[in-house]
């Protein structure tokens, strides 16, 4: 019984002592902490709150899946405005990269893009940059690409240059070859003129 009660008696004691002893630690640490100087407090962001509430809009929206046939899609922007009954929702400033099976990888740079979600497509828009790794660099005012498999399509001319010279066409497209299962070919048609650069 002298146990129990010297116990409970511990147990007591140690319920007052130890938040007294925290208190004092954090006294301690307030008393020795540096005083704080207003002008190295960080800055706030200078942000138009007018603006954004007159057109609100997310920042670096990502988007990123796998293809049917296994190609990796990502999809990045700097910004995203939200959709009105007069305007689809739109991404700005946006980079997209395909990386398919069979080790070739595509970056395209837009200054927007508008995702139909329904078709499972995305058109950039605004003029669009392609660099790919078999050595072709592109420009043309827009591309649609899939987001269900891999597949880009532009229809609005292009200007192409790659290790055999300058190309211009009419259109171009990038998809899988139906005659060489997991092969990927970029097709350019219309009006297709190949300027050969010796040394390119």
Do not use: C, W
């Not at 990386?99 to 499972?120: H, K, R």
């Not at 987001?147 to 171009?172: E, H, Q, W």
């Amino acid at each position: 019984m002298a146990r129990a009660d010297a116990h409970t008696r511990t147990v007591t004691g140690l319920k007052v002592a130890l938040p007294l002893v925290a208190l004092a630690i954090l006294s301690t640490l307030f008393l020795l902490a540096d005083k704080i100087d207003p002008e190295d407090a960080l800055p706030y962001a200078e942000v138009d709150v007018e603006d954004l509430a007159r057109e609100p809009r997310m920042t670096l929206p990502s988007y990123s899946g796998t293809t049917s046939d296994g190609a990796a899609l990502t999809l990045t922007a700097e910004a995203a405005v939200p959709g009105t009954p007069e305007k689809p929702a739109e991404a700005l400033k946006v980079r997209m990269e395909l990386a398919t099976p069979d080790g070739t990888t595509t970056e395209l740079n837009a200054e927007s893009a508008v995702v139909d979600t329904t078709g499972q497509k995305v058109l950039l828009s605004g003029g669009v940059t392609l660099a790919n790794s078999m050595g072709y660099q592109l420009e043309t005012p827009e591309i649609e690409a899939s987001l269900d498999r891999s597949g880009l399509v532009a229809s609005s001319g292009v200007t192409a240059t790659s290790t055999a010279g300058k190309i211009t066409a009419d259109t171009m497209t990038l998809s899988q070859d139906n005659q060489t299962p997991g092969a990927y070919l970029m097709v350019f048609k219309g009006s297709v003129r190949l300027v050969y650069l010796p040394g390119g």
